[in-house]
């Protein structure tokens, strides 16, 4: 008895464990176990085990022992076998067979780790409730965040509270077989004995299922489900064919299956915290669960690539299980460049080419995607080009194909959220050559084409569950034949959308999409959370705030990021369900140096979290249910490591030899056909790297680099190009600093490469060499508010003389002096500045310049020219000026309003200006003894207006000319043979055409040629210009003319137009469009500048509005297709609520509610597309912009009629002094709207809207 004791004491203590506990009663009927004043045998025998002198307390437990083995399952010789002992043996080893095998299928969940929150959780949603009703609870989750491994532990815990426990697996690869097999494991718990009928059938088998499920009190685990129809083999779906206090668990990766199936709670499966991440990596690493010594930190570096996610963590562990440390860092290293884990255990697959057998081969190789494909044929492909992404980084292949330019198309991916999946068309022969005719685009959201002409032999580039990262093929004249390398489908560690957590009523659903970084948060609370409103970096520019949700009379709690160090990492909280409503209870912000909050009502509700993915936020999306925040989800973004620190490449192939070098100071560069070596100057006070030379011995020719105090490198970008030997070679570089662009190195010719151009400052080289340079990349300090791209520009002019600074600790200039000496041309002789402080006082700096040979102060034949910004909202954006060798010659300031000067004179000299930065100056240093070296600090501001750029550049011969300043550029129309003879550019001013005159002249030479270039405005604009200067011999600048010109726009290049040789220049693009055009000209074209202005995020959308007042939250559509319905919330005089459908590309996206909703509205569908908006016009306080203006009525004017005056603000009208009228557009034709935003509250309280020019 003492041992029966302990065998229970046993199944109490180790049944989470899998200990089973199985009675066999032999020649003992159970209930005389219960009964032992029976008189039964086995009573007789208890009565004599017990004797007299035995302890009434160890008695007690026999009895409790007894009492609890009779409640338990087990075997009776007499009933279970008819008393034949052979068939008893035989029923045991089929039952015990039967559940070893089951808890075995349960034993992965044994010491897993980071689940036992999650488990309880769980369990207590499962137990929630009333004993006897029937409960189904979701477990959603990515692909092997651990699902399957939190249901078997949770079952291991409870499955002993019910009849019966079946654990059907991996339903969603399920085939019939396998169905059939699920069905039956089901029918042989339900039903045990004699009775069972099971069948090969599966409907049958339903059909015997739904009529069994009520026998026995089940916990069912339907695992892995991706379907409704699913679920039908198992379970009808209808509760009252189950057992009363039956309980389903469904996991699925599916959040939307969950909520079509009506389950009474969803849990969603977040992955591991860093320490359980940590310790699953080491368990699969080096089989414990502690970092092997003197690999502390190469463990926890490597385990943050898996983002917590147990499925990458243990494939991480276990392919660097048994490796070298060496191996663990190479893998660190790769990682580091791109950051996703399946990139280390997928191959890659070669597929084709298909085609013919003519022309040269060539192979892209390898990238991370593919951004972008241009291609260029009518009936056959002629031509294509390829934008790979590599790591975040640009790689143009060189065209592939004839120079083409017959009808030109582009096909560009929505990256990385986009990516290609196969490639198709057709081969026929052409010109007694197999080429390929046609082309087919797939991508994962859609199809491009078929672009040439669909005849011949259809082929398919395809390869299952793999991305297309590369391309080779045959080409000549025209695309002879292509293939593709294919590769894993790469995601954000896994994650790159989460949630949204909270409540999900669905009706207004908002997406702010992603940006760079997270800078600012409001929260709006009260007794729960009421709104959110998020200001976005966007490289480096404000862009918001985007706010979602009111609150009118609640509290802020404003959260500010030091970006780009201090980054989103994940937000928790608590929610509660309030009169059937989900409501935020509470929001905690953390980051990766603090935790905000708790914000709200602290622990009250049911607590969620994002994942920790080891990521950073770069985004928000949710729901407001009306004016309260219902939901929210996040963005993410994969971060190395190192982060802020980035690394990009290497670009090129793979060398004898690596290296990599740090705190840059200066770049030697050799070359001739290719860079044949580089060799970089360090700084020796925090460099312990020797100045070597990397590559070869040779290379004719040598650049060099010297980095100015204060400037350092931003960007690189180059070209790859086959040598001889068939291996890539790089032939040009290119490197941009925060002041200059430093090249082109070596001839444009080949597979462009290049960083991205804002990403920030570059603080180190790594590369390979061999006999050449034969890669290279850089690691790059990301952008910040600290390290702005213009930071300091200049010194422009000669700075060998003596220094004058006056820091960069003001807010303004405010006043500008300058002095000319007459009588020495004139020359600039002195400049003095009046700043604004942060006090809002003005400091006068001391006169910098006008100082004689003896050393005193110029005073006569001087004249003064005095410039005044008196205008709070104005500041100086650029300055420009003319150079010669006795100093500045001449100086234009440009403002965000205005142009001022020239101040001096322009005539033979040397053209400087600092480049578009999308900043204000707050200071200026420089040097000599007259003026002649000039810079400025610039200080990033969110708002942006018309710069006067770069230019002219190259020749000073002939006469000035200057277009001005317009909208945009529409045509440019170029007569060129080996130079550029004239340009003519058309421009748009508001909607009208505005032609320039000739610049140049018109030729009569037969070789001479004129080229139209028509723009696809607005959507299409210039963005940067380049070309080449030819000189007359002696590098006199006086007789230079332009040679060559290219244009480049945001979606392709026109050009080159002209024989490129000669000096090259290159005006880069800086986030802008180019709006205008200057230089000089005589019988050719001499030089050209440009005027740029620099992009909003909304263009080419016009911004109309809003009209009424400033009262309220922000709210923001966006921009879309077009309008499709519109709803209107009204009871008295003022419109209370307003909610937009628009069109977008042929789907219906219905955005939020803004205002309050009312039992009274007015709803306009639109037959569209039959039925278009034209404009909306209303009417609001005539008192003007405050807080209490709103807008009281809105008509709907469209292509068929007019809906309204919705809103019974109209009939106030004509009472004096109470409405003014609004318009939008104000004047007809003024463009299509695509989009409203405004300002609401308890009234809509302003309305705008974005047009489309039409």
């Not at 560690?493 to 009706?507: A, E, I, T």
């Not at 219902?630 to 670009?651: C, L, N, R």
């Not at 300058?818 to 003095?832: D, M, Q, Y």
Request: hydrophobic share 30%.
């Amino acid at each position: 008895m003492n041992e029966l004791v302990e065998i229970l004491e046993c199944r109490k203590r180790y049944q989470s464990h899998g200990h089973l506990v199985v009675p066999i009663f032999l020649d003992v009927k159970p209930e005389d176990i219960l009964t032992l004043t029976s008189g039964s045998e086995f009573a007789q025998g208890f009565e004599r085990l017990r004797g007299n002198d035995r302890d009434d307390g160890q008695i007690q437990k026999w009895r409790d022992a007894l009492r609890e083995t009779k409640h338990l399952s087990g075997f009776d010789l007499r009933n279970d076998a008819g008393e034949d002992e052979r068939t008893l043996v035989d029923i045991i080893v089929k039952s015990l067979v039967e559940k070893i095998r089951e808890t075995r299928q349960l034993h992965f969940a044994r010491n897993a780790i980071g689940v036992d929150l999650l488990a309880s959780e769980v369990i207590s949603l499962i137990r929630m409730g009333q004993e006897e009703d029937v409960r189904v609870i979701g477990l959603c989750g990515v692909e092997g965040i651990g699902k399957t491994m939190a249901a078997a532990v949770i079952c291991e815990r409870i499955r002993h509270d019910f009849e019966c426990f079946v654990f059907l697996d991996k339903i969603g690869e399920a085939d019939r077989v396998d169905i059939l097999g699920l069905q039956k494991k089901l029918l042989h718990n339900l039903i045990k004995g004699e009775g069972l009928r099971m069948y090969d059938d599966i409907q049958t088998n339903i059909n015997e299922i739904n009529s069994n499920l009520c026998l026995k009190r089940m916990l069912l685990v339907l695992d892995n489900v991706t379907s409704k129809e699913q679920i039908d083999y198992f379970w009808a779906r209808e509760r009252e064919l189950l057992c009363p206090g039956s309980r389903i668990l469904i996991t699925t990766r599916d959040r939307n299956l969950l909520k079509d199936l009506k389950v009474d709670d969803m849990y969603i499966v977040k992955g591991l915290d860093p320490n359980e991440a940590l310790r699953l990596f080491c368990r699969h690493a080096v089989k414990r669960e502690e970092p092997q010594e003197g690999y502390e930190e190469l463990s926890r570096s490597l385990a943050h690539y898996a983002g917590g996610h147990p499925l990458s963590l243990g494939k991480l562990g276990s392919y660097l299980y048994g490796k070298s440390k060496d191996q663990w860092h190479r893998t660190l290293e790769k990682l580091v460049k791109s950051p996703y884990v399946d990139s280390l255990f997928c191959s890659f697959s070669k597929v084709g080419p298909y085609g013919g057998q003519g022309g040269n081969a060539f192979d892209d190789g390898r990238h991370t995607g593919v951004r972008q494909i241009r291609l260029y044929g009518q009936s056959v492909i002629e031509s294509i080009t390829i934008d790979y992404d590599q790591s975040g980084s640009l790689v143009r292949s060189f065209p592939h194909g004839g120079h083409g330019h017959h009808n030109e198309r582009l096909v560009r991916l929505d990256h990385p959220s986009e990516y290609l999946i196969s490639v198709s068309g057709h081969i026929d022969e052409y010109d007694g050559h197999d080429v390929v005719w046609s082309l087919k685009i797939h991508s994962n959201k859609k199809t491009y084409g078929p672009f040439g002409c669909e005849r011949g032999r259809p082929f398919d580039l395809s390869h299952p569950d793999r991305q297309i990262i590369g391309f080779h093929g045959k080409c000549s004249s025209h695309l002879c034949s292509i293939g593709a390398y294919f590769g894993p489908i790469s995601h954000v560690y896994p994650f790159d959308v989460v949630g949204p957590f909270g409540g999900d009523s669905c009706m207004d659903i908002w997406n702010d999409g992603k940006h760079t970084d997270v800078r600012q948060i409001v929260i709006g609370f009260d007794s729960a959370i009421k709104s959110i409103s998020i200001l976005y970096d966007e490289c480096g520019r404000l862009v918001g705030p985007f706010a979602h949700g009111t609150c009118e009379r609640g509290k802020t709690y404003m959260i500010k990021l030091d970006c780009p160090g201090e980054y989103l990492t994940s937000i928790s909280g608590y929610t509660e369900e309030v009169s059937g409503l989900t409501i935020l209870q509470s929001l905690t912000v953390h980051t990766n140096r603090r935790d905000h909050g708790p914000i709200g009502t602290v622990d009250k509700g049911r607590h969620f979290s994002f994942p920790f993915i080891g990521g950073k936020i770069v985004g928000f999306h949710g729901t407001c249910d009306g004016p309260r925040l219902e939901s929210i989800g996040a963005f993410y973004e994969p971060i190395p490591h190192t982060y802020p620190v980035k690394a990009f490449g290497p670009f090129g192939g793979e060398g004898q030899t690596s290296w990599k070098f740090i705190d840059i100071k200066g770049i030697d560069v050799h070359f001739a056909d290719f860079i044949e070596s580089i060799t970089f100057e360090v700084d020796s006070s925090t460099s312990s790297e020797p100045e070597t030379n990397y590559g070869g011995n040779g290379g004719k020719n040598t650049f060099k680099v010297k980095l100015r105090k204060g400037e350092y490198i931003s960007s690189f970008a180059g070209y790859l190009k086959n040598a001889n030997d068939g291996g890539a070679l790089i032939n040009s570089l290119t490197f941009q600093t925060n002041e200059r662009i430093l090249g082109p190195i070596g001839r444009e010719e080949g597979n462009y490469f290049s960083l991205p151009s804002e990403a920030g400052k570059v603080i180190g080289f790594f590369g390979t060499n061999g006999d050449y340079l034969e890669s290279i990349g850089a690691q790059v300090e990301l952008y910040s508010s600290k390290l702005y791209p213009f930071k300091t520009v200049g010194l422009f002019g000669s700075s060998k003389l003596s220094n004058w600074d006056d820091g960069n600790k003001h807010t303004n200039v405010r006043k500008i002096i300058v002095e000319f000496e007459l009588s020495k041309g004139p020359c600039i002789r002195s400049i003095t500045f009046q700043y604004e402080e942060e006090s809002k006082e003005l400091w006068q700096s001391e006169t910098h310049g006008g100082i004689d040979g003896s050393g005193f102060h110029i005073v006569r034949n001087v004249e003064i020219h005095t410039v005044k910004i008196n205008d709070p909202d104005e500041y100086l954006t650029s300055a420009s000026g003319y150079f010669s060798h006795e100093g500045f010659k001449s100086l234009t300031f440009q403002t965000n309003k205005k142009t001022i000067g020239p101040i001096g004179d322009e005539k033979r000299a040397i053209h400087l200006s600092s480049p578009a930065t999308g900043g204000k100056i707050v200071g200026f240093y420089g040097s000599g003894q007259c003026l002649q070296a000039i810079g400025a600090y610039f200080e990033p501001i969110s708002h942006l207006y018309p710069i006067k750029s770069i230019g002219p550049l190259r020749g000073l011969g002939g006469c000035d000319w200057n277009d001005g300043l317009f909208n945009g550029v529409r045509e440019i129309e170029v007569m060129h043979d080996k130079i550029i003879h004239y340009v003519i550019f058309v421009y748009d001013k508001s909607g009208e055409l505005v032609r320039s005159i000739m610049h140049g002249s018109y030729t009569g030479e037969v070789e001479a040629k004129v080229t139209r270039v028509r723009l696809d405005y607005p959507r299409e604009y210039l963005t940067s210009i380049s070309g080449y200067k030819q000189e007359d011999g002696h590098n006199n600048i006086e007789n230079a003319i332009v040679q060559s010109l290219t244009f480049y726009s945001n979606t392709r290049t026109h050009g080159p137009f002209g024989e490129e040789t000669g000096r090259h220049f290159w005006y880069p693009s800086t986030r802008s469009k180019i709006i205008g055009f200057y230089g000089r000209c005589g019988e050719t074209l001499n030089s050209i500048g440009v005027y740029t202005e620099p992009l909003s995020h909304m263009y080419p959308f016009k911004t109309i509005g809003p009209f009424g007042g400033f009262g309220g939250t922000p709210w923001d559509d966006g921009v879309h297709t077009d309008v499709r319905v519109i709803r209107l919330d009204y009871i008295g005089h003022t419109i209370d609520g307003i909610r937009i459908a628009y069109d977008d590309n042929g789907s219906l996206v219905q955005c939020s509610h803004h205002g309050r909703k009312t039992s009274f509205g007015w709803q306009i569908g639109l037959d569209y597309p039959k039925e278009r908006l034209v404009s909306i016009s209303g009417w609001m306080n005539k008192s003007g912009n405050n807080s209490d203006t709103v807008i009281h009525s809105i008509k709907i004017h469209t292509t068929k009629t007019t809906y309204g005056p919705l809103g019974k603000g109209e009939e106030l009208k004509d009472a004096p002094g109470m409405l003014t009228e609004f318009r939008i557009p104000s004047e007809p034709g003024g463009g299509r709207i695509v989009g409203f935003f405004g300002r609401a509250g308890s009234h809509l309280n302003s309305i705008g809207a974005r047009l489309e020019p039409y």
